[in-house]
């Protein structure tokens, strides 16, 4: 197994009055040696597929020799990415690669910092969500990368995960990046509008002489919720953004509803068409006694 090295953050959070979840504070915890099975955590994100689709080997096969290529990866030495073959390749392979070693390493991080452990159903990528999860959870605006999920007896939860990868150098210092901070207020958001989901992020370099990753460990606050009413959002203390999430969940919940109303209604004696759309459905009497 490669060595990687991690280093891992604290993150407090807090409500603000409108009731959005947001950062509050970050802060060093540690940092030290991990060991990683490339080639394991590849093949476990592997799983990460809608229900219906069938996992093929031959597929997975090529997509390890494509990522194997590109990292050294050798027991008990350091991972590393071999810079020059990188650097050398077209722009849509890099994507690849960073993408996918991204991902892996926030498993890798997940199973070693939270004990998760890798099962047929027990790890979900948020662009191709279960249908029994996809219901759960917003399908617009900034979502994490993985759905972690742990059945630890009566004891079962889920974690969100953030990925990204970078093939640059990381950063000296006790300080987080602008770019971190950035994407960690947003995840941290997700969280606040999803009942204070459990979430976390990881950010891995492949730009030094041993792969480097960032975790974030995000605590939940330490206050409850402030009572955000009708009385207050018509007062305008709900912020922008809030009042266009709960729009946007309104409005994808009136074309579900519509959709369902049209498909369960009856087709008309005669066809008819307005502007340009065929109606089903039939007249509704005004009273008991036209029913009738």
Same mark, same amino acid.
């Given at each position: 197994m490669g060595l990687i090295d991690i280093r891992q953050f604290a993150v407090g959070t807090h409500f603000d009055r409108s009731g959005r979840l947001l950062v509050h504070d970050v802060w060093p915890e540690g940092e030290g040696e991990l060991e990683v099975q490339l080639t394991d955590v590849i093949r476990v994100n592997a799983l990460a597929v809608p229900a219906k689709t069938s996992l093929r080997y031959r597929v997975l096969r090529n997509e390890l020799r494509l990522l194997l290529s590109f990292l050294s990866d050798r027991p008990g030495r350091s991972l590393a990415m071999r810079t020059g073959d990188f650097m050398a390749s077209a722009g849509h392979v890099k994507r690849f690669?960073?993408?996918?070693?991204?991902?892996?390493?926030?498993?890798?991080?997940?199973?070693?910092?939270?004990?998760?452990?890798p099962g047929k159903r027990s790890l979900a990528n948020f662009d191709v969500l279960p249908t029994a999860l996809a219901e759960l959870y917003p399908s617009s605006g900034v979502r994490p990368d993985l759905l972690f999920d742990f059945n630890e007896g009566e004891d079962q939860w889920r974690l969100a995960g953030e990925a990204r990868g970078r093939s640059a150098r990381r950063?000296?210092?006790?300080?987080?990046?602008?770019?971190?901070?950035?994407? $960690?207020?947003?995840?941290?958001?997700?969280? =606040? %509008?999803?009942?204070?989901?459990?979430? !976390?992020?990881?950010?891995?370099?492949?730009?030094?002489?041993?792969?480097?990753?960032d975790l974030f460990d995000v605590h939940p606050p330490l206050e409850s919720p402030p009572d955000v009413d009708l009385a207050k959002a018509q007062s305008g203390l709900f912020s922008d953004e809030i009042l266009s999430v709960v729009e946007e969940r309104a409005e994808e919940r009136a074309t579900t509803l519509t959709a369902q109303l049209y498909d369960s209604a009856p087709e008309p004696d005669q066809a008819r $068409?307005?502007?340009?759309?065929?109606?089903? =459905? %039939?007249?509704?009497?005004?009273?008991? !006694?036209?029913?009738?």
């Open positions: 690669i960073t993408e996918s070693f991204g991902m892996g390493m926030l498993t890798a991080a997940v199973q070693s910092h939270y004990g998760w452990e950063h000296q210092g006790s300080k987080i990046s602008a770019a971190q901070r950035k994407r $960690l207020d947003e995840i941290v958001e997700w969280s =606040g %509008r999803n009942d204070q989901h459990r979430v !976390t992020m990881t950010w891995a370099y492949s730009g030094s002489d041993q792969v480097q990753v $068409l307005i502007f340009g759309s065929h109606v089903r =459905g %039939r007249a509704i009497p005004r009273s008991l !006694t036209e029913a009738n």
